[in-house]
């Protein structure tokens, strides 16, 4: 019987996830000890502090979280004074949030923790190379998003 000519660990989704996984293992908020924030906290502020301000669908889908662990960060970082709701003019049903001034400060602990996170994922790529990595896995996720 021939060998089937599929190399699991060489496809792209396989590589793709165990990269996550390992980069994940780098992301290790219990750093910023003083902030007490689980991993998907740390993702919720990240979106937050990049965007400024979102719905918590919004945040949900940029923080890439399921809608109930995305509320059940938001409602944690609410109560630890990190994020603040406010309810839409236009929906009374629905509230942007946004980093509160310690969540501001947060926020830069958690950017500082992603940049030395990716750091030590490119340390070996030229500057060339980790523009053509982007560049590709940009190509990667638009033809997903829009397949």
């Known amino acids: 019987m021939p060998a089937h000519p599929f190399n699991l660990e060489n496809s792209l989704t396989y590589k793709l996830h165990s990269l996550s996984k390992l980069i994940d293992n780098h992301a290790d908020y219990a750093d910023i000890k003083h902030a007490n924030i689980s991993f ?6 990240a979106v937050i502090g990049f965007y400024k301000m979102l719905s918590v669908v919004q945040v949900a889908k940029k923080a890439n979280l399921d809608k109930s662990q995305g509320s059940r960060a938001v409602v944690s970082l609410v109560g630890k004074g990190l994020i603040e709701k406010r309810q839409q003019k236009n929906d009374a049903r629905a509230f942007d949030l946004s980093l509160t001034e310690k969540g501001e400060l947060v926020y830069d602990e958690v950017v500082a923790l992603i940049t030395r996170r990716n750091k030590i994922a490119m340390k070996t790529l030229s500057n060339e190379e980790q523009e053509i990595l982007m ?3 940009n190509k990667i996720q638009h033809n997903l998003e829009n397949n």
């Not at 998907?40 to 502020?45: A, H, I, K």
């Open 40 to 45: 998907s906290e740390g993702r919720v502020l």
């Open 135 to 137: 560049s590709l896995v």
